[in-house]
Each structure stands twice: as structure tokens, then as C-alpha cells.
């Protein structure tokens, strides 16, 4: 069936005549830089080449990846293959009536929306970056700052084509129980070579953002709980280093898509402005309660005293990160980790406020959001409730706080994200993920042999 065949060469062809699709060892990191490993990487760029370079995998396995925007190990495979799938980057016209469209695995996010935009269309859900692709947005079941309104990425895929562990090709749909592995499932359950899922409607590329500044955890949550009722997207940035009754202090960003007449013409898509590259080198500690806690400050102030309301670009209101490529740098050699949780509870967003305060940990990233309900993969992460994500650099005491971080969660029923994990201990992802036997019994469908490996894979005995 494939003319793939992985080769240390630089492809130039084997003796029985087939190309064969060169793999190179390189040093491959989440987004973290925390924990790199060497793996071969091979970039295919077909669908057939993708399952040939399946079937000869070898015994270390194979893994998807897309843009590595992953925080920690899952789109690694140390001394396995790493198939790169930017070439899977096709994308059909998107359905005027039905705002359907067809891509590739590895089309981005931002792609899509520079195709969609000006014709009137926006993604059903975008993460805090543009810069992923959507095989690993639908493997990681990617959520929006719309969740409370429009679920996760799965919700809105109508149809998936894969490449599983025999290296045969399968389309999926929501109405299958297998399909539901996909999202959540961190590449394991296969190769997704092309997706179909429906857009949603944007009459304009600017947003109505309403901006509310809080003076404390109970008001951020209150503010929250208030705009999830009035807006299609609401999202805070809670100011963990603050302590006292501040604690929890922070901005309340709620916004939808503005009308035309508001924002003149879709067709010309502002995704906002790009700035300097993050330097190359920054020393480690360089982000230290004392520098965040200035930052965390300014940005507090910076934010309007009463509630405001503005036009921005989609850029800046979903994307702000984006606009210092290389920004993951700022944290050093020894990198970051982020922890996301989600839970029903509210008391226990509050003890892992209270938790990062106490211990002064120098966090400038953390954002709290409100999640609707649940979406139907067994290890999908969104679940009804609050989630908290918090970027942490390495230093020596962290793995103390994340574990301490990891027991405030679980004694609450909650779980931690897989897409931003880099240090879970597997007995608490039992705990955390109840339906993961669910997901196992569906995997072992797709992948009998458990061809699909990963660092992550192998760390949590997934
Ligand atoms: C700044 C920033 C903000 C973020 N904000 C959010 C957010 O708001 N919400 C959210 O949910 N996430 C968020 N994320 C996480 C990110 O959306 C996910 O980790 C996503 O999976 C990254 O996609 P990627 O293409 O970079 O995948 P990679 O990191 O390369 O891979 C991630 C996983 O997907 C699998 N995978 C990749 N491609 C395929 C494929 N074609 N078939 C099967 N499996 C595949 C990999 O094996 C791996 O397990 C954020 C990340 C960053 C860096």
C-alpha cells in the first residue's frame, strides 16, 4: 500500500525502487523545554506514506506530532519515530451554507482562520495560541475561551480519517464509539491524516471585548460567573503572587465576534500585530517572585479601574502570546511547566490560589476560566466546572508544589490537562481519568499492538 520507507538517508531512494521518506535523530521538546529526548523524525506528506512509515515503526513505536505546542512529553517518542505532519496541509473550499471544510492533519490553526476569515467564517475553537495544527488540536480535544457556550473541538468535527496500528486507513464519525477515542486520546489511537468539522459564522475579524478589573479571587470567579451568561467567550488573568485580601485579584476579559458595521470589512482579516522574537539565551531565574511580581503589578494597573469596553483584533484577544515568537525562551534552560487542572469545586481553585501565593511561586501565566459541560471522549479533559492554568519555571523545589498542587486536585475529584502534563505520576491519572478502561478498550481496537508511543505514553503506562 505506501511507497514510505524510513531511511537515515537523505532520501535520495532505495535498491527496490521506492522513495523512501527520510527520517533524521533530532532532540524534540514540548513547548516546556523541560524534559527533550532524541527520536527520528520523518516528515511524510501523504496519507499512504504516513502508514508506511506506521507499519515499519519499529520497536520503540511511533508518534504524531504537529507543531509541538504541547507543553511536556506527549508528542515525543525517545529512540522511536516522530512523524511531522506540516505536510498534511491541504484545505478545501469552506461550504458557503454549511460553513463545512476539509484539512489536513497539519494545517494550523492560524492557516484556517487566514482562509476562513475573510469569507466570513471563524473556527469553532481556538487554544491561546494559533500555532497549532489541527491533528494535535482535535488529539488533545482543544478548548476555547468559549467552552461554557460551545464545547470542545471534538463537538464541532464531523468526520475524521486516520491512519490506525496496522496502517490502515479508517474515517470516523461521531456516531461511532471509536471515534470518541481520538480526542483526548494524545495521538495514541492513531495517525489522524484529515478532519471535516464546521465553522462558525464571524461577520467581522475584530471582537467586542469588555474588560473588568478585580479586586479578589471571590470577584474574579463572580465576574466570571456573570459574563459566561452575557458572552460567547470570557477568560481571567488572576494575579497569583497577590496575597491578602487581593488574593486573586485580576482582569476579566469577556468578548464576541463585533458586528460588521462595528468593525467595517471581514475580508480584510486583522489577526493583529507580530513583535520581537524572544532573545535567544535568557538566564535561568530570570523570572523570580520579585521580577513577576513587578510585571503582575504593571499589568494589574495597566488593566481599566471600571469596567471598558473595546474593539480589538482576533489576534490580540485570543492569540496575545503569539506576538513574541519564542517566548517559551523567557524561562530559561531549564524551562517551564504548566499545570492546568480542572473541577467542579470552587473551594479548590481556592486552595490552589491560596497554595501559589503562600509559596510565592513566580507565575506571570495564570488563567482561570469557567468549563461547560463535559464533551463525550473518555479522556477528554474539559469537565463542568473551573479550570486554572499556571506556568511554572523549573527550579528545585517546583516538583514539591506541583505534587502538592496534584493533591489539592485530586482529593477534589479533579484531573490535570495531558496536553500540558510533563510530570503526572501514573496512579494518579487513574484516579483522575475514571474512564480511562473506557478509552483502553477502545485504543486496543485501533492499535492492537500499541504501536502509537510516546514519552508521555510510556511515563503515565497509558
Ligand atoms: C501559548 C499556548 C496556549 C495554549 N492554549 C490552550 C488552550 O487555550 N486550550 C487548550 O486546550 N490547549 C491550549 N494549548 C495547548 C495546545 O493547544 C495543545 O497542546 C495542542 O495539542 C497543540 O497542538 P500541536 O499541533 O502543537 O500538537 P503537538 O504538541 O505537536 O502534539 C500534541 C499531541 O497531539 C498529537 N498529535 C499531533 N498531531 C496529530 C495527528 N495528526 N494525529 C494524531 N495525533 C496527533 C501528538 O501525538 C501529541 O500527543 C496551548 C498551548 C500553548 C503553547
Not at 529526548?37 to 515503526?57: C, F, K, M
Not at 463542568?384 to 492554568?389: H, I, P, V, Y
Request: proline share 7%; charged share 20%; with cysteine.
Amino acid at each position: 500500500m505506501s511507497a514510505a520507507r524510513a531511511t537515515e538517508s537523505n532520501g535520495a531512494g532505495t535498491t527496490d525502487g521506492r522513495h523512501p521518506i527520510a527520517a533524521t535523530r533530532e532532540e524534540l521538546t514540548g513547548w516546556g523545554r523541560a524534559a527533550p529526548t532524541v527520536a527520528h523524525v520523518a516528515a511524510p506528506s501523504a496519507a499512504d506514506d504516513v502508514a508506511g512509515l506506521v507499519v515499519e515503526s519499529g520497536s520503540r513505536g511511533v508518534i504524531a506530532r504537529g507543531l509541538g505546542r504541547s507543553y511536556g512529553d506527549a508528542a515525543q517518542n525517545a529512540g522511536g519515530m516522530v512523524l511531522r505532519l506540516g505536510g498534511l496541509d491541504r484545505i478545501s473550499p469552506v461550504d458557503p451554507i454549511t460553513g463545512l471544510v476539509t484539512c489536513g492533519a497539519g494545517v494550523s490553526v492560524d492557516r484556517l482562520i487566514r482562509e476562513a476569515l475573510p469569507r466570513g467564517w471563524f473556527v469553532p475553537v481556538t487554544p491561546g495560541t494559533r500555532q497549532v495544527s489541527l491533528g494535535g488540536a482535535l488529539a488533545a480535544d482543544v478548548h476555547g475561551k468559549n467552552h461554557h457556550r460551545d464545547g470542545s473541538i471534538s463537538a464541532h468535527v464531523t468526520s475524521l480519517t486516520l491512519v490506525d496500528g496496522r496502517g490502515a486507513l479508517r474515517t470516523l464519525t461521531p456516531s461511532e464509539e471509536l471515534f470518541w477515542a481520538v480526542p483526548g486520546g494524545m495521538g495514541l489511537t492513531g495517525v489522524v491524516v484529515e478532519l471535516t468539522m464546521r465553522l462558525i459564522r464571524a461577520q467581522s475579524s475584530r471582537m467586542q471585548v469588555d474588560t473588568t478589573r478585580t479586586t479578589s479571587l471571590d470577584e474574579t470567579m463572580a465576574v466570571l460567573e456573570e459574563s459566561d451568561r452575557t458572552s460567547r467567550y470570557t477568560v481571567a488573568w488572576v494575579d497569583c503572587l497577590a496575597r491578602g485580601p487581593a488574593m486573586g485579584r485580576g482582569v476579566v476579559t469577556a468578548g464576541d465576534h463585533a458586528p460588521a458595521d462595528a468593525a467595517g470589512d471581514a475580508t480584510a482579516p486583522s489577526l493583529g500585530r507580530r513583535g520581537m522574537p524572544a532573545p535567544p539565551w535568557v538566564p535561568s531565574g530570570a523570572l523570580n517572585p520579585h521580577t513577576v511580581g513587578v510585571f503582575n503589578d504593571a499589568y494589574y494597573l495597566m488593566a481599566p479601574r471600571t469596567p471598558r469596553r473595546s474593539l480589538e483584533s482576533v489576534g490580540s484577544f485570543f492569540h496575545p502570546l503569539d506576538v513574541v515568537p519564542g517566548w517559551n525562551r523567557l524561562y530559561g534552560a531549564r524551562g517551564f511547566v504548566q499545570h492546568q487542572f480542572a473541577v467542579e469545586d470552587p473551594q479548590c481553585v481556592r486552595r490552589v490560589v491560596s497554595l501559589l501565593s503562600r509559596r510565592r511561586a513566580p507565575t506571570l501565566l495564570c488563567v482561570l476560566k469557567r468549563f461547560g459541560p463535559a464533551g463525550r471522549g473518555p479522556l477528554s479533559f474539559p469537565s463542568s466546572g473551573w479550570t486554572l492554568a499556571v506556568d511554572l519555571p523549573v527550579s528545585d523545589s517546583l516538583g514539591s508544589l506541583l505534587d502538592a498542587m496534584d493533591e489539592v486536585v485530586l482529593a477534589s475529584g479533579g484531573r490535570v490537562y495531558l496536553a500540558k502534563d510533563a510530570r503526572l505520576r501514573p496512579e494518579s491519572l487513574v484516579q483522575m481519568y475514571p474512564r480511562l478502561d473506557e478509552w483502553r478498550f477502545l485504543r486496543d481496537e485501533l492499535d492492537p499492538e500499541h504501536v502509537f508511543q510516546s514519552d508521555l505514553a510510556r511515563r503515565l503506562h497509558l
